[in-house]
């Protein structure tokens, strides 16, 4: 059975009928529990709304979604079941200053497990935990204004962790960043993914990041456009250009060399492949 | 420039006005400003200026940073003491120059009002603003007024809201600072002009900074749901605050202050007002 799965997920912000303007349309979509999915596509295509609609912010106007064979979407569904969901599906946000809550790092940290309940001794012991996984522990008793943007999303990640959930959502959390701060919170999702088995959807539109998922979804215009691992993604950079999307630098340097006649493979993601197909051809 | 505010006036130390509990502390304050009110005669005056001095030894607070705390209230207290030398009536009369009368009474009750200000401000600075940290003193805020829920009064919200506020207070101050050194860039003087010219060069400002204010919200309070808040009830919390020994000691101190000023005033009624 699948993580999550979603069936004709249809839905618009405007629900009167003379501006509806669905951004999500049909959708069909299973993720498996575990993986690493990088979901893509240029602004407004709908990404961040299908991220919206798993932890119940949006709810779609037709269609059911499942979470753990679990229908979100029946009318009976109560308050709790909702904390349910959003305590089982973190979601990391793009800006950095505008998710943290408290004066200092641990108990911005302590905020959600805090507000689900959980026992005093339990919530500094899921504190300490989630430091450590970001790699934060010596900021612990630091407001949150001294840290650098890539420290700041990585202590929102943590403040996740701390809500121990099966899958995490990051909502574009590296666009605001400079490099460096995005390789950190890189590495960081990339661990949880690997170490603690946590369900990522990555949303981004940095197509080096989506090299790094075991599956990549590309959406246009609220429909799923391509869905395949990244090699497999990548390699149709004809359709990926046409939808106004990059690919990674070695892909298109790879497909401008075979548009030339060259026998070379498009699917090459990292540099290093890169430069070894390179080499032979140059010997 | 903006960088420089500093956020409250706490400073961090471990005395043990520090190592108390908000929640005595507060309760400490109101102890303290009720023993100031109560107190009406020279000697009542005299103790309380022993008594501040010792809190103010104990909490290993500067007397420079005390006296810089003061300064800004130097006119008020200034006012207060000439007012009250000027129109005080009295029995003995000290100056008599046309219209100006100045009486003992007056010029004494001026120096127990300086005395009065002086060490209300200096004494709740040490006990409460200097030595506890904003966070612990909306967390103190919050337990403290825990009862007043049964009557449906939003404790908690008004706690979570000045938790944002502190939070956000750099964030916003940055976000000012980038605003106006974009405006500068364009040619923007916010340094000369006249008073309403320079008001006016403020609302470029004040719009951006608005707006923004408002997204900020509007995100804080999506990421908040995403992390289950929902509203204070069912709320555990990561740090229990718990009263020791100390804190009921020193409370039954002050308690001891306020009867000792009242019997002060009673038995030493030197020039009793």
């Known amino acids: 059975m699948a993580f999550i799965k979603m069936e004709n997920v249809s839905f618009s912000y405007d629900n009167d009928t003379l501006h509806d303007i669905p951004v999500i349309k049909n959708i069909n979509l299973e993720i498996e529990k575990g993986s690493f999915v990088a979901i893509l596509g240029h602004n407004g295509s709908g990404k961040s709304t299908l991220a919206k609609l798993l932890n119940f912010i949006l709810t779609p106007n037709s269609g059911k979604i499942y979470i753990n064979g679990r229908d979100i979407t029946s009318p009976d569904i109560t308050e709790n079941d909702v904390f349910e969901i959003r305590r089982d599906i973190g979601m990391v946000f793009q800006n950095p200053d505008n998710q943290l809550v408290a004066t200092i790092i641990e108990e911005d940290i302590a905020f959600g497990p805090e507000n689900m309940g959980v026992e005093s001794s339990e919530i500094r012991r899921r504190v300490d935990d989630a430091l450590a996984v970001v790699g934060m522990s010596k900021y612990a008793r630091h407001s949150p204004h001294q840290l650098s943007g890539g420290q700041k999303q990585r202590i929102a990640i943590a403040g996740i962790i701390a809500m121990l959930p099966e899958c995490i959502i990051f909502d574009e959390s590296t666009s605001m960043l400079d490099p460096s701060g995005r390789h950190e919170v890189m590495n960081t999702i990339e661990m949880l993914n690997r170490e603690r088995n946590i369900t990522v959807l990555h949303i981004t539109h940095i197509m080096n990041e989506a090299v790094r998922a075991d599956r990549v979804i590309v959406i246009n215009d609220g429909e799923i456009f391509l869905d395949g691992t990244p090699s497999e993604v990548f390699s149709n950079v004809a359709e990926l250009q046409s939808v106004g999307l990059d690919v990674p630098q070695v892909t298109e340097l790879m497909f401008e060399i075979s548009k030339d006649g060259i026998d070379v493979p498009i699917n090459i993601l990292d540099e290093k492949s890169c430069a070894d197909i390179l080499e032979k051809l140059l010997r | ?273």
Not at chain 2, 30 to 49: D, E, H, K, P, Q
Not at chain 2, 85 to 111: H, Q, R
Not at chain 2, 146 to 158: M, Q
Not at chain 2, 171 to 200: P, V
């Open chain 2, 1 to 273: 420039m903006l960088k420089d505010i500093t956020l409250g006036q706490f400073f961090p130390g471990d005395s043990i006005l520090h190592k108390l509990d908000p929640r005595t502390k507060i309760i400490l304050t109101l102890l303290y400003i009720t023993s100031i009110f109560l107190a009406t005669s020279v000697s009542g005056y005299i103790y309380i200026m022993l008594y501040t001095g010792l809190l103010v030894f104990i909490s290993r607070i500067p007397i420079k940073i005390i006296v810089k705390g003061l300064r800004p209230l130097i006119v008020i207290i200034a006012f207060t003491a000439i007012i009250n030398i000027l129109w005080t009536k009295g029995e003995v009369l000290m100056v008599d120059f046309y219209f100006i009368n100045i009486y003992l009474e007056g010029i004494m009750y001026a120096l127990l009002m300086i005395i009065r200000i002086t060490s209300l401000l200096a004494g709740t600075s040490v006990i409460l603003t200097y030595t506890t940290s904003p966070i612990a003193l909306t967390d103190g805020l919050e337990r403290l007024l825990a009862p007043l829920k049964s009557i449906h009064l939003p404790v908690h919200e008004f706690a979570m809201m000045m938790t944002i506020a502190l939070r956000f207070i750099p964030t916003l101050i940055e976000e000012t600072d980038k605003i106006m050194n974009a405006q500068k860039a364009r040619g923007a003087d916010f340094s000369t002009g006249s008073l309403t010219k320079r008001a006016k060069a403020l609302i470029p400002i004040l719009i951006p900074l608005f707006i923004s204010a408002f997204r900020r919200a509007d995100e804080l309070s999506t990421a908040m749901e995403c992390r289950c808040y929902r509203g204070g009830d069912n709320r555990t919390r990561m740090t229990v605050l718990r009263m020791r020994p100390a804190d009921f000691i020193t409370i039954a101190l002050l308690a001891m202050s306020c009867i000792i000023t009242i019997l002060l005033n009673i038995n030493f009624p030197i020039y009793k007002i």
